[in-house]
């Protein structure tokens, strides 16, 4: 076969690059939505008061370590509606994406009720007691939308476990457009609204996902669509269907749990390094994000495949995607990481022009050097997402789990020692992250070639009754 031949042949057989791609390059839009609703939020806030814009960082992160637990839940839905939709049992998929939407409903009244608990964690963290307060406000608020989030993610994974990516693609973009301008009025007290500063900023963002709940329910509670998967008749909790969910979902919950947490902490670790070294991590993990975030759109499609063709007892086609979405993440991470190393300054204009050249100086040849660490893991951290989106489609979530459990504390306890003892800086906190990367990207390559997946599967044998 030709060279032309094999490409064609890549491209269109079953789970081929252009089958990836149509289900993947809606999600990758709705993923960088999602990084471009934080952004603007980020720059009003900046515009209306520099302190408020540093205290929706924490208060942000913090925000969704809480709730990283029960959103994880929530998104597995895709794994089991995957999985049902490809062994042809659609009116099973109903009764699971209301179990995921039932740990939203239970959470509306439980985390706003964190909010005391949050505001004296955030104050003993926090020297400051005017951004404490601030941090305070914003979480409080985002309490609020939390239950959104959590209803919205089952809710999006109806769609995604079918390959239905474009209505999380338009649903997504339209919350983030409406984001955008209610933050704007609320900020700044615009077309009648009172001026909030970051609690307006919140109270955006609030809105925005009870909004995206009732677009996804409005789609949903079609006729013909709630006949066809039971959305319907399927409301009731189910205790047994919930604790399947939650046997394979809880894990990786708490894996996102795990990494948020060691990923503030690390953070952490550098600040004791001081403002410039702090500020350029903060700046190249931010560029980072330009080659991570769409790689977490393929990732999910990744995840829908896999279950799909598992669902259908063809693994051999699940293989085949995940090696499919491999080539296209090597070949775009690649080239990020080449930008990264060639044309750093690409990146960092637009930080530039609202810098003063006396302070953005030392901070540009700081993250330069740091890019190169960027672009050093890039390939691996390819492998990590493809193959961990692969396997949790299959449901293989303790072995993620552990592997979390053990790999995450590791960067930690050696940038600590590295630092405590030999008087090394910011350089060897990136060495320690890069092998961290490398490492988990070989990890998950290993456990996928090892096949235990292809056996695998999340939803029960038989129907249950």
Same mark, same amino acid.
């Given at each position: 076969?030709?060279?032309?031949?094999?490409?064609?042949?890549?491209?269109?057989?079953?789970?081929?690059?252009?089958?990836?791609?149509?289900?993947?390059?809606?999600?990758?839009?709705?993923?960088?939505?999602?990084?471009?609703?934080?952004?603007?939020?980020?720059?009003?806030?900046?515009?209306?008061?520099?302190?408020?814009?540093?205290?929706?960082?924490?208060?942000?992160?913090?925000?969704?370590?809480?709730?990283?637990?029960?959103?994880?839940?929530?998104?597995?839905?895709?794994?089991?509606?995957?999985?049902?939709?490809?062994?042809?049992?659609?009116?099973?998929?109903?009764?699971?994406?209301?179990?995921?939407?039932?740990?939203?409903?239970?959470?509306?009244?439980?985390?706003?009720?964190?909010?005391?608990?949050?505001?004296?964690?955030?104050?003993?963290?926090?020297?400051?007691?005017?951004?404490?307060?601030?941090?305070?406000?914003?979480?409080?608020?985002?309490?609020?939308?939390?239950?959104?989030?959590?209803?919205?993610?089952?809710?999006?994974?109806?769609?995604?476990?079918?390959?239905?990516?474009?209505?999380?693609?338009?649903?997504?973009?339209?919350?983030?457009?409406?984001?955008?301008?209610?933050?704007?009025?609320?900020?700044?007290?615009?077309?009648?609204?009172?001026?909030?500063?970051?609690?307006?900023?919140?109270?955006?963002?609030?809105?925005?996902?009870?909004?995206?709940?009732?677009?996804?329910?409005?789609?949903?509670?079609?006729?013909?669509?709630?006949?066809?998967?039971?959305?319907?008749?399927?409301?009731?909790?189910?205790?047994?269907?919930?604790?399947?969910?939650?046997?394979?979902?809880?894990?990786?919950?708490?894996?996102?749990?795990?990494?948020?947490?060691?990923?503030?902490?690390?953070?952490?670790?550098?600040?004791?390094?001081?403002?410039?070294?702090?500020? =350029? +991590?903060?700046? /190249?993990?931010? @560029?980072?994000?330009?080659?991570?975030?769409? &790689?977490?759109? #393929?990732?999910? %499609? !990744?995840?829908?495949?896999?279950?799909?063709?598992?669902?259908?007892?063809?693994?051999?086609?699940?293989?085949? =995607? +995940?090696?499919? /979405?491999?080539? @296209?993440?090597?070949?775009?991470?690649?080239? &990020?990481?080449? #930008?990264?190393? %060639? !044309?750093?300054?690409?990146?960092?204009?637009?930080?530039?022009?609202?810098?003063?050249?006396?302070?953005?100086?030392?901070?540009?040849?700081?993250?330069?050097?740091?890019?190169?660490?960027?672009?050093?893991?890039?390939?691996?951290?390819?492998?990590?997402?493809?193959?961990?989106?692969?396997?949790?489609?299959?449901?293989?979530?303790?072995?993620?789990?552990?592997?979390?459990?053990?790999?995450?504390?590791?960067?930690?306890?050696?940038?600590?020692?590295?630092?405590?003892?030999?008087?090394?800086?910011?350089?060897?906190?990136?060495?320690?992250?890069?092998?961290?990367?490398?490492?988990?990207?070989?990890?998950?390559?290993?456990?996928?070639?090892?096949?235990?997946?292809?056996?695998?599967?999340?939803?029960?044998?038989?129907?249950?009754?």
């Amino acid at each position: 076969m030709t060279r032309s031949g094999r490409l064609h042949d890549w491209w269109a057989r079953p789970c081929g690059g252009r089958e990836v791609l149509q289900v993947s390059l809606p999600l990758v839009v709705s993923t960088i939505s999602t990084t471009v609703m934080i952004f603007i939020d980020r720059m009003f806030l900046l515009w209306y008061a520099p302190q408020a814009m540093a205290a929706a960082m924490p208060a942000g992160m913090f925000h969704f370590t809480v709730l990283s637990l029960p959103l994880g839940v929530a998104l597995y839905v895709n794994t089991f509606v995957a999985q049902y939709v490809g062994a042809g049992r659609p009116r099973r998929v109903g009764p699971v994406v209301w179990q995921g939407i039932w740990l939203g409903v239970v959470a509306m009244p439980l985390l706003p009720a964190t909010a005391p608990w949050a505001r004296l964690a955030l104050a003993w963290a926090n020297q400051d007691p005017a951004l404490a307060r601030l941090e305070a406000t914003f979480y409080q608020v985002l309490t609020f939308g939390a239950g959104a989030m959590i209803i919205a993610a089952a809710q999006a994974s109806f769609f995604t476990g079918r390959e239905q990516t474009r209505v999380v693609m338009f649903v997504d973009t339209g919350a983030t457009l409406l984001n955008a301008a209610l933050a704007y009025v609320w900020i700044f007290g615009r077309l009648g609204f009172p001026a909030g500063g970051i609690a307006g900023a919140a109270w955006a963002t609030t809105t925005a996902e009870w909004v995206r709940v009732l677009a996804y329910g409005s789609i949903m509670l079609r006729p013909a669509t709630r006949r066809t998967y039971q959305l319907g008749m399927g409301w009731r909790p189910n205790a047994r269907l919930m604790g399947r969910l939650w046997r394979y979902g809880g894990p990786g919950g708490l894996q996102t749990f795990m990494e948020v947490a060691a990923f503030t902490l690390f953070l952490m670790l550098v600040g004791h390094l001081g403002e410039v070294p702090l500020a =350029a +991590t903060t700046l /190249a993990f931010t @560029i980072n994000n330009l080659a991570w975030v769409p &790689m977490w759109g #393929l990732g999910t %499609a !990744v995840t829908a495949i896999v279950g799909q063709e598992l669902g259908r007892n063809r693994p051999e086609l699940a293989a085949r =995607a +995940t090696w499919t /979405a491999l080539a @296209i993440a090597l070949a775009y991470m690649g080239t &990020m990481a080449l #930008l990264y190393v %060639a !044309v750093p300054d690409c990146f960092l204009t637009g930080y530039a022009a609202g810098t003063p050249a006396a302070v953005f100086g030392p901070l540009r040849e700081v993250t330069v050097v740091l890019l190169r660490f960027v672009a050093a893991y890039c390939l691996f951290d390819a492998l990590n997402v493809v193959f961990v989106s692969a396997i949790r489609g299959a449901g293989d979530m303790r072995f993620i789990l552990w592997t979390t459990l053990v790999m995450s504390p590791l960067p930690l306890l050696a940038a600590w020692w590295g630092m405590a003892r030999l008087g090394w800086g910011l350089l060897w906190c990136w060495v320690v992250l890069t092998a961290w990367v490398c490492s988990l990207g070989l990890i998950y390559l290993a456990r996928f070639l090892q096949g235990r997946w292809r056996q695998m599967r999340v939803i029960e044998p038989e129907p249950a009754l």
